[in-house]
T-cell receptor, first 113, second 113 residues
Framework: KAGVTQTPRYLIKTRGQQVTLSCSPI?????VSWYQQTPGQGLQFLFE???????NKGNFPGRFSGRQFSNSRSEMNVSTLELGDSALYLC????????????FGPGTRLTVL | GQQLNQSPQSMFIQEGEDVSMNCTSS?????WLWYKQDPGEGPVLLIA?????ELTSNGRLTAQFGITRKDSFLNISASIPSDVGIYFC?????????????FGKGTKLSVKP
């Protein structure tokens, strides 16, 4: 079974731009969570989607948004990028039966200049 | 918000040594997870714990879910060079927030020079 895939793996943007990251979960997994990882703050929860609905959202500004499609693929968008948005963005998927066990993709490394 | 206190922050290992790390929380968690992250990759799930007092092994790795449900430890026996990496403990938000894993800051394992 293929793992979680994320595209692109690396991205360089400038302040004020917007960016869209993509995540394809493990086949059959309907829950997708997004996390931001930085050296200072560690891994922080952004939001979680299940069956195209956002079930939960972390403590991030409204510039961070996401969506999920009917095939469970998910995208997250960051608008008006700031230098502090530079981070590794990770998505994780889980199944309904073992929903506590989240499987992570390799991440997208975003650098904002 | 919820926090997991993970220690030690870093440690150096010599091949063949046993390693121990732990995680504590001020809140009760119903699930404890241990992940390992290699540079440039996403976290990989090592062990999942669901019951207080549960002891689970995965090869040379052993993890336990504390009786109080506020702590967990991970042991690595007879360490090998590929054990190097960052180990994270994580728990599902006890506030019931769906899909939200709370992570410790990580224990960085390095090889003794």
């Amino acid at each position: 079974k293929a793992g979680v895939t994320q595209t692109p793996r690396y991205l360089i943007k400038t302040r004020g731009q917007q960016v869209t990251l993509s995540c394809s979960p493990i086949s059959g997994h309907r829950s997708v969570s997004w996390y931001q990882q930085t050296p200072g703050q560690g891994l922080q929860f952004l939001f979680e989607y299940f069956s195209e609905t956002q079930r939960n959202k972390g403590n991030f500004p409204g510039r961070f948004s996401g969506r999920q499609f009917s095939n469970s693929r998910s995208e997250m968008n960051v608008s008006t990028l700031e230098l502090g948005d530079s981070a590794l963005y990770l998505c994780a998927s889980s199944s309904q039966t073992t929903y506590n066990e989240q499987f992570f993709g390799p991440g997208t490394r975003l650098t904002v200049l | 918000g919820q926090q997991l206190n993970q220690s030690p922050q870093s440690m150096f290992i010599q091949e063949g040594e046993d390693v121990s790390m732990n995680c504590t929380s001020s809140s009760i968690f119903n699930t404890w997870l241990w992940y390992k992250q290699d540079p440039g990759e996403g976290p990989v799930l090592l062990i999942a714990l669901y019951k207080a007092g549960e002891l689970t092994s995965n090869g040379r790795l052993t993890a336990q879910f504390g009786i109080t449900r506020k702590d967990s430890f991970l042991n690595i026996s007879a360490s090998i060079p590929s054990d190097v990496g960052i180990y994270f403990c994580a728990g599902l938000d006890p506030g019931g927030s769906q899909g939200n894993l709370i992570f410790g800051k990580g224990t960085k394992l390095s090889v003794k020079p």
